[in-house]
């Protein structure tokens, strides 16, 4: 059972724009920056959005990352069959004194 | 370009100890934090622990009383020890700098008899 909880699967065709969502608690998403990472198959994760919304370098305009509350979310326009990966969320815990990462959200490009 | 470079043992018997070191190529060691995350088998990702050049170390609460990180900044290495392995421990494992930008190739370790 993670402590950041994310659907585990999103799904959209080519050109729309889906959202992942990840929700947490005033000990972590309330009170610290929430970071995304994308993982594609048989590879490490990639850090694509920090800071709640800004994107790591060579990140592509299309993904973006937004944070209200004890909630966090990452969009992707424009869908493209290369966006078809894992996505964590994570952010620091105040009470765990630890890093926390959702448990995952698996992304088809139908 | 910051590269790591990650080794260890790949294949373990339940009570023996885990050990990686992770060697950081470019860039600066001092300055970041240095961490371990680690993915079971068609799992999620989960944060084992992390050290700064001073030495400080931060430790996954579930994972604390079996781990230990530590740092040679002379060769800009780091290592994770976990003791008392089992089949639970079973997992690739990633060494990352601690902004998450940089991460090594993962090492799969796994506990079996």
């Known amino acids: 059972q993670s402590v950041l909880s994310q659907p585990p699967s999103a799904s959209g065709t080519p050109g729309q724009r889906v959202t992942i969502s990840c929700s947490g608690s005033s000990s972590n998403i309330g009170g610290n920056i929430v970071n995304w990472y994308q993982q594609l198959p048989g590879t490490a994760p990639k850090l694509l959005i920090y800071?709640?919304?800004q994107r790591s370098s060579g990140v592509p305009d299309r993904f973006s990352g937004s944070k209200s509350g004890t909630s966090a979310s990452l969009a992707i326009s424009g869908l493209q069959s290369e966006d078809e990966a894992d996505y964590y969320c994570?952010?620091?815990?105040?009470?765990?004194?630890?890093?926390?990462f959702g448990g995952g959200t698996k992304l088809t490009v139908l | 370009q910051v590269q790591l470079q990650q080794w260890g043992a790949g294949l373990l018997k339940p009570s023996e100890t885990l050990s990686l070191t992770c060697t950081v190529y470019g860039g600066s060691f001092s300055g970041f934090y240095w961490g371990w995350i680690r993915q079971p088998p068609g799992k999620g990702l989960e944060w084992i622990g992390e050290i700064n050049h001073s030495g400080n170390t931060n430790y996954n609460p579930s994972l604390k009383s079996r781990v230990t990180i530590s740092a040679d900044t002379s060769k800009h290495q780091f290592s994770l020890k976990l003791s008392s392995v089992t089949a639970a421990d079973t997992a690739l494992y990633y060494c990352a700098r601690g902004d998450w930008v940089f991460w090594g190739q993962g090492t799969l370790v796994t506990v079996s008899s």
């Open positions: 800071s709640n919304n």
């Open positions: 994570a952010t620091w815990d105040d009470s765990l004194h630890s890093w926390v």
